[in-house]
């Protein structure tokens, strides 16, 4: 099991900037996969970027986030860091960091075992 901590959350007004951190502990992997979900109120969970840790690089949740968040992971101090840029009102939500052993889709958050408790982020117009 993998114990997965987040910070960095708060409230920030559009066009501005927020980072999250997230801190893993337990049966964690530089090989396992590793991500950030969000889930706006009233909506479904959806993946933002992740990684599989496999080599194949980061991806984003399509064109929506890329150019403004940046995943970055330290597989030494099995941490993953979201740094968010020029936040939009409709992009307040909670986000959570979840990790899996292995996953057949890096956004499919049914195959994540393990989540934060996760990090309030609202943006305000």
């Known amino acids: 099991q993998v114990q997965l901590v987040e910070s960095g959350g708060g409230l920030v007004q559009a066009g501005g900037s927020l980072r999250l951190s997230c801190v893993a502990s337990?049966?964690?992997?530089?090989?396992?996969?590793m991500a950030w979900f969000r889930q706006g109120s009233g909506k479904e969970r959806e993946f933002v970027a992740g990684?599989?840790?496999?080599?194949?690089?980061?991806?984003f949740d399509g064109d929506s986030v890329k150019g403004r968040f940046t995943f970055s992971r330290d597989n030494a101090k099995n941490t993953v860091d979201l740094q968010m840029n020029d936040l939009k009102p409709e992009e307040t939500a909670v986000y959570y960091c979840?990790?899996?052993?292995?996953?057949?889709?890096?956004?499919?958050?049914?195959?994540?075992?393990?989540w934060g408790q996760g990090a309030q982020v609202a943006v305000s117009s």
């Open positions: 979840a990790a899996a052993v292995r996953v057949v889709s890096l956004m499919d958050f049914n195959e994540y075992p393990d």
């Open positions: 990684s599989n840790g496999c080599g194949d690089g980061i991806s």
């Open positions: 337990g049966h964690i992997f530089s090989s396992s996969a």
